[in-house]
Each structure stands twice: as structure tokens, then as C-alpha cells.
């Protein structure tokens, strides 16, 4: 029997449609899932599902039924042959000891023949079941083509164009703000090494207390990205300007602890802060004369310690750790 193809949404449906073709039952039918719907963003499905199927071939008669069957056939003619000779000599007391001969080989072939029937049914049982198991591997070997594509993709998408990086992020962004039921465009800025991706407007909900809940829908938007196009490029969120803004007020600020250091002669330590915003007062002070900085303790409670310095000895002794920090993104 040839194969059939369906496709539909689902591989029940598929499977549905391709029994409705052979015109037989499901336990009649073997069936190869060739593609399954992919999963996409946020619960929804992408593409369709693809499968296979035809009318089970039956399995050939086994040697030795064959054999058996030639047996009896043998001793059933033999039998006849015994009695046209018992006729012919009236010789009973020979035709009763074969006849009971035959009567006992022919018990014990009717007794094999229950078996081998029954041997049959266990084997038409084993083949539904051998039907099922094939399903359930059929399943789990295109589960496991499934969770071995990714690992191919990373490695043949280890350098993923621009375009397609940009695309992933643009995707998210818009799918994300959707969830939150915020109508607000996307805009994408992008150059050679670094992709900012901005929400237009002003949303408490997408930054939070402290630009937390910004810093985590960054983070979700690097993994994703990394995942369906991996790349070496950065990528960075912003919300209505904010990180524009803190840039400012943190340049502003540590200018201030700047003045206040060199007029006092004394070291000015700043509150803690993550990486990002410790670059940001780096950076500000780098070019500022009678000044370096240094970081000190451990994250999250690393911060920032303002130098007043009377030499360009004391602002070289400062740069290591300064470039130490330019380098955390």
C-alpha cells in the first residue's frame, strides 16, 4: 500500500485526515509524524503538523504453520489410504491399532492447532501493541530530532546577521508589551557591535522599583535573542529615556563628589551600584583632573570611592581599577 501525507494544525488531526483516506481503522494503519508544530512565543503554535500514513502490510504466514498444515494433509491422505487397504484384507485388528494411531496423532495436531491459533491472536495482539510502541517511538524520535535541532542551529547560526538579531528583539519586545496590554511602539537603533532597543513612553509597570523589572526584561531579551540567533552583539533596553536620563543625573552626581573630594582632600565614597551605573561615574571622572576612582567591595554592594590625587603618579595608581570597570557592560 502507498503512502498518504496530511497536514493540519494538530498530528491527531493529520492522523484523522489520513484514516479517513485509507478508509480504515486506526489499528489497521501505520503512521511516520514527519513535522510537528513548533512552539512559538507566548503559548502560540507556528506552522503545521505533517504525517504519513498507509495500510499495515500483513505478515506473511510463518515456515512452520506451513509445515504443519503439509503434515496433516500427509497423514489425513496416508489415513485413507489404510482404510481402502483394511477393506480390501479385513484385517480390524490392524486397521484398530492404526486407526488409534491416527486417532492420537490427529489429537495431538488438534491440540497444537489451538495453540499455534492462539499463538496466532498473541501475535496479532503483539502487533497492535508492536503498532502503539512504534507510535510512541515514532513520538519520541521526532521529540528527540526536536531537541536535537537546536543544538544544530546553535552551531550553524554561531554568527547571525544583524538583521536577524534585531528581528528577534523587535519580536519579543512587541509580544511583551502586548502581554502587558501597553500599546507603545518599539524603536530599534542599531550599529556593528551593539543593538538599543527602545519603548516609547513613560511605563512604571515596565521598569519598577528601581529599574529592576527594565534590568530583568533585558536580561529576558538578551536569552531569547541568544537562543533563536546566537551572536556576540549586546543588546540593551530602554523605557521612555530613562537610561538616558539616569546617565545624565549619574554624571551630574559624581561631578558633584568630584568638587566635593578636591575641596576637602579627602575620599568621597559613593552609594552602591551595579556595574552599569559604576562605568557611568567612571567614564564622567576619567577626564577630570585632581581626581580618580577605584571600586571596593563585592556585588551587590559594590560601589564606587571618589580620590582626590596631587600627581599623575596617584591618578595612574587609580586607572587599573578604573579600566577593570569600564570593561563590566
Request: positive net charge; charged residues 35%.
Amino acid at each position: 500500500m502507498e503512502w498518504v501525507e496530511t497536514t493540519a494544525k494538530s498530528v491527531e488531526e493529520a492522523k484523522d485526515l489520513a484514516l479517513d483516506k485509507l478508509g480504515v481503522d486506526e489499528t489497521e494503519a501505520e503512521f511516520d509524524v514527519v513535522e510537528e508544530p513548533r512552539q512559538g512565543l507566548f503559548g502560540r503554535t507556528r506552522g503545521e503538523a505533517r504525517v504519513r500514513a498507509r495500510v499495515q502490510p500483513k505478515a506473511p504466514r510463518a515456515k512452520d504453520d506451513r509445515r504443519d498444515r503439509r503434515r496433516r494433509g500427509g497423514k489425513g491422505k496416508g489415513k485413507s489410504d489404510n482404510q481402502r487397504n483394511e477393506s480390501k484384507t479385513s484385517e480390524t485388528s490392524k486397521a484398530g491399532s492404526k486407526e488409534a494411531v491416527d486417532s492420537g496423532g490427529s489429537s495431538q495436531q488438534a491440540s497444537s492447532t489451538p495453540k499455534k491459533n492462539g499463538s496466532q491472536g498473541s501475535n496479532g495482539g503483539k502487533r497492535k501493541q508492536s503498532n502503539q510502541s512504534d507510535r510512541g517511538k515514532s513520538g519520541s524520535g521526532d521529540a528527540s530530532k526536536r531537541q536535537g535541532k537546536p543544538r544544530a542551529d546553535r552551531q550553524q547560526k554561531k554568527d547571525a546577521p544583524m538583521e536577524d538579531v534585531r528581528g528577534c528583539v523587535e519580536e519579543f519586545l512587541t509580544g511583551l508589551t502586548g502581554a502587558f496590554g501597553i500599546e507603545a511602539p518599539v524603536t530599534i537603533n542599531a550599529d556593528d557591535e551593539q543593538i538599543v532597543a527602545s519603548i516609547e513612553g513613560k511605563h512604571g509597570l515596565l521598569l519598577g522599583p528601581k529599574a529592576r523589572t527594565l534590568d530583568a526584561i533585558q536580561e529576558l531579551t538578551r536569552v531569547t535573542a541568544q537562543r533563536r540567533a546566537p551572536s556576540s552583539i549586546r543588546i540593551k533596553v530602554d523605557v521612555g529615556g530613562y537610561r538616558e536620563a539616569r546617565r545624565v543625573a549619574l554624571a551630574n552626581f559624581a561631578t558633584e563628589a568630584a568638587s566635593r573630594a578636591i575641596d576637602d582632600g579627602a575620599e568621597v565614597v559613593l552609594e552602591p551600584m551595579n556595574a552599569a551605573d559604576r562605568k557611568v561615574v567612571h567614564d564622567a571622572l576619567n577626564d577630570v583632573a585632581g581626581v580618580g576612582t577605584r571600586s571596593a567591595g563585592t556585588d551587590p554592594r559594590r560601589y564606587v570611592i571618589v580620590v582626590p590625587t596631587k600627581s599623575a603618579e596617584h591618578d595612574d595608581a587609580a586607572s587599573p581599577a578604573q579600566e577593570a570597570e569600564n570593561t563590566v557592560d
